[in-house]
C-alpha cells in the first residue's frame, strides 16, 4: 500500500537454485504488490515488494550492516556461487564489492587485490573456491575480518565434487575462517549479514 512504512521485518523474497526452465513458468505468474527479477548467473529469483522500492530511500534500511562484504572467487567458475551470496546480501540492503578469479594458481592477482580486501569499510569477506580450496587461507592470513569460505563443486582431478575444496577449507590454520557447505552461497550471505 502507499504511504504504509516499511518495517524491518519487510523483506524481498527470494527463491534459490531456480533453472531458466523454472523462471519461464514462474515468470507468467501475475504480480500486483511487486516486483519479479531473474539473476541468471546465481539462479536465483527475487520478488521485491513495491512497498520497499517506493519507501526505503537509496535502497538502504536502518538495520543494515555498516561495513561493505567483499565477495571473491579463485575462477570464474565458482561465479554462480558467489553470485547467489551477492544476490542476497544485495536483496538485505548490504553494500557487496565482487572481486573475481584471483585464486592461488597466480598470487600475483591476489596481491593487486589487497587494497580492497583490507579497506576499512570491509566487515566480512566470502570466498568461493573450487579445486584446491586453499583461496580462504590465504585471505584469512591477509585480513583481519571474518572469512567466510564457501567450497564449491568445481573442479577435476580428485576434487570429489567440492569435497576436497572443504576439507582444505576446514583445516585452515588462519584465523577467523568459517566454512559453509558445497556451493552453500546462500548460507554465506546468511553468516557474513
Not at 38 to 61: E, R
Not at 157 to 181: H, Q, R
Amino acid at each position: 500500500e502507499q504511504g504504509r512504512t516499511v518495517t524491518n521485518s519487510q523483506r524481498a523474497i527470494l527463491a534459490t537454485r531456480v533453472s531458466p526452465e523454472m523462471y519461464e513458468k514462474v515468470k507468467t505468474i501475475q504480480l500486483d504488490h511487486g516486483r519479479l527479477q531473474y539473476h541468471k548467473v546465481a539462479q536465483v529469483v527475487s520478488m521485491t515488494p513495491f512497498s520497499l522500492v517506493d519507501n526505503i530511500p537509496n535502497g538502504g534500511s536502518t538495520t543494515m550492516p555498516s561495513k561493505r562484504i567483499v565477495i571473491a572467487t579463485a575462477g570464474t567458475t565458482d561465479l554462480p556461487v558467489a553470485e547467489e551470496a551477492a544476490v542476497v546480501l544485495e536483496a538485505a540492503h548490504c553494500k557487496v564489492d565482487r572481486i573475481c578469479d584471483v585464486g592461488v594458481a597466480g598470487l600475483h592477482r591476489i596481491l593487486r587485490a589487497l587494497p580492497r580486501l583490507q579497506d576499512p569499510e570491509v566487515g566480512c569477506v566470502i570466498v568461493c573456491a573450487g579445486m584446491d580450496g586453499a583461496l580462504p587461507s590465504v585471505v584469512g592470513g591477509l585480513v583481519s575480518c571474518p572469512v567466510v569460505a564457501v567450497p564449491t563443486s568445481i573442479g577435476y582431478g580428485v576434487s570429489l565434487g567440492g569435497i576436497s575444496a572443504m576439507l582444505t577449507m576446514l583445516n585452515s590454520c588462519a584465523p577467523g575462517v568459517a566454512v559453509m557447505n558445497i556451493d552453500n552461497g546462500f548460507g554465506a550471505a546468511a553468516f557474513a549479514y
